[in-house]
């Protein structure tokens, strides 16, 4: 019976604050973007188990200079979303009738700046699912 800790926590303080070597698997949805950098790599192998596994992703697609309008409708809610690059900076709104919109910004990472900072720790997998990229990182 596998037993699976949750940890919901600023990425950075909570990979400063494990011992090396205390999971077998990592996963991170849709949010490398935001703390992703050289430390936080190698932070990533350190407490990782030999062969354990990273698994993340994130969208494969620059984002447009001008915003970029997605809407749809998901069990009778409307939803809008826009987002547009400034910089190297990715700026997202989500809107939902009924709440206050959200918004949030991260930095563009290019998909071969991921692979080139995890390549020194990580045998890395990339699949392509239409704009976004699923990563499959082993330690090595």
């Known amino acids: 019976n596998p037993k699976i800790?949750?940890?919901i926590a600023g990425?950075?303080?909570f990979l400063s604050g494990t011992k090396a070597g205390s999971f077998d698997r990592i996963f991170c949805r849709q949010a490398m973007n935001y703390w992703f950098n050289d430390r936080s790599a190698a932070q990533l192998a350190q407490v990782l188990i030999l062969d354990g596994v990273l698994v993340f992703n994130t969208f494969n697609e620059k984002p447009p200079d001008e915003p970029y309008k997605?809407?749809?409708e998901l069990d009778g809610k409307k939803y809008i979303e826009l987002s547009w690059l400034v910089g190297d900076d990715v700026h997202h709104v989500q809107m939902r009738e009924g709440l206050p919109a959200h918004y949030s910004s991260c930095r563009w990472i290019?998909?071969?700046q991921f692979v080139e900072q995890l390549s020194?720790?990580?045998?890395?997998?990339v699949f392509e699912r239409g704009k976004a990229s699923l990563y499959k990182c082993t330690k090595r």
Request: hydrophobic letters at 30%.
């Open 70 to 72: 997605n809407e749809y």
């Open 120 to 125: 020194p720790y990580f045998e890395v997998e």
């Open 110 to 112: 290019p998909g071969e």
């Open 11 to 13: 990425a950075e303080a």
């Open 5 to 7: 800790d949750v940890h």
